[in-house]
């Protein structure tokens, strides 16, 4: 895998680049946490964010909230703060694993799968979300066309659908499109 390394400790940074590349992994990057997180992820492209820092900063954890919303990665926090706010603001920030008090070199690749798969279920559970919402609002659309339909035309519902769907079949769209264009048209219209 690939992956950067965000640190508030100089120090530490060559201990996790030795460890991550004796298993394997390619290290694309360290950056500093008071350094752009975002920039640093969209020039590297890590598959994987390591990050260790001795107590999170709100900034450090906002910073790690915007890169999971512009451009999300699996994040793995090594630290030392285990209290329970921390880790809660960490988890919204959308931390895939958190880890207190230390990182042993046995344990790193098993937390980087871990954290990858985490993710991945996450990714996977935030798109259905989004193709539900967006079916749901499709047939809000398509319900609110058929029901104009309904009341200016006199149709059944299933001729008014019929009617809905012959048109964007004839004008090569979705039907949701034909809908939003007969709901703007009778906008226009009053």
Known sequence: M???IVFDRHERVSFLQEILQDDGH???GDVSVDEDLLRAIVLQQPDVVMVDLQNPSRRAL???GKVNRE???PIVMFTADGSKHSISVAVEAG???YIVDGLYERQLNPLLEIAVARFRKMQGLQDE????RQSLNDRKVIDRAKGMLMNKRGMSEGKAYKALRDMAMGQNQRIVDVANSL???AKLLG
């Open 2 to 4: 690939r992956v950067l």
């Open 26 to 28: 390619i290290v694309t």
């Open 62 to 64: 906002e910073s790690i």
């Open 71 to 73: 451009v999300p990665r």
């Open 95 to 97: 931390i895939s694993a």
């Open 129 to 132: 979300l989004q193709k539900t």
């Open 183 to 185: 709901i703007a048209s």
